[in-house]
T-cell receptor
Framework: DAGITQSPRHKVTETGTPVTLRCHQT?????MYWYRQDPGHGLRLIHY???????DKGEVSDGYSVSRSKTEDFLLTLESATSSQTSVYFC???????????FGPGTRLTVL | GQSLEQPSEVTAVEGAIVQINCTYQ??????LSWYQQHDGGAPTFLSY????GLEETGRFSSFLSRSDSYGYLLLQELQMKDSASYFC??????????FGTGTLLAVQP
């Protein structure tokens, strides 16, 4: 199985502050994804990456940016956090042999 | 646009069989997946169907009918540990997934 760590696991911040969430994988998978999960909405794709420095928007990308300078790291940045971005954020990689997305443990972000 | 529909809640008793349905509308369909998520945990992969028919993995089976844009997850011999949320998801290019809003399964003794 792919190994994925997310940091921090919990964060409380204030409206207007910048926040960066980190996703680190150890399996050299090409595709990586950032989702947010909110009650009643399931998992919604924010951004994804199909290689180093190759990223694209998902369905809820407004207010978020991403960067991928190395295969193993995919960063999600909230330039100026808002209360509507309070959510649980999951990172995932694509495990090709199983047609599976493998998820990290998640980051719970609270914006006050 | 793309959308998926699945029931919001299902209740069943230990040892029973339960079926969770999923209908979808999407362009560029590649396959239907199912994920399980326990409260407070990460989603975990259960199954993937690219072709019509039934796929069986232990107590869990998944079915797809592409002509009907419909699939289901079948859980047999239910156990208390099966209490969780179950999400269907459709895949497209670049392996992006669109998830349904999830079905909360409560297994009662």
């Amino acid at each position: 199985d792919a190994g994925i760590t997310q940091s921090p696991r919990h964060k409380v911040t204030e409206t207007g502050t910048p926040v960066t969430l980190r996703c680190h994988q150890t399996e050299n998978h090409r595709y990586m994804y950032w989702y947010r999960q909110d009650p009643g909405h399931g998992l919604r794709l924010i951004h994804y990456s199909y290689g180093v420095k190759d990223t694209d928007k998902g369905e809820v990308s407004d207010g978020y940016s991403v960067s991928r300078s190395k295969t193993e790291d995919f960063l999600l940045t909230l330039e100026s956090a808002t209360s509507s971005q309070t959510s649980v954020y999951f990172c995932a990689t694509w495990v090709e042999q199983n047609n599976e997305q493998f998820f990290g443990p998640g980051t719970r972000l609270t914006v006050l | 646009g793309q959308s998926l529909e699945q029931p919001s809640e299902v209740t069943a008793v230990e040892g029973a069989i339960v079926q969770i349905n999923c209908t979808y509308q999407t362009s560029g369909f590649y396959g239907l997946s199912w994920y399980q998520q326990h409260d407070g945990g990460a989603p975990t992969f259960l199954s993937y169907n690219a072709l019509d028919g039934l796929e069986e993995t232990g107590r869990f089976s998944s079915f797809l009918s592409r002509s009907d844009s419909y699939g289901y997850l079948l859980l047999q011999e239910l156990q208390m540990k099966d209490s969780a949320s179950y999400f269907c998801a459709v895949g497209g290019a670049t392996n992006k997934l669109i998830f349904g809003t999830g079905t909360l399964l409560a297994v009662q003794p």
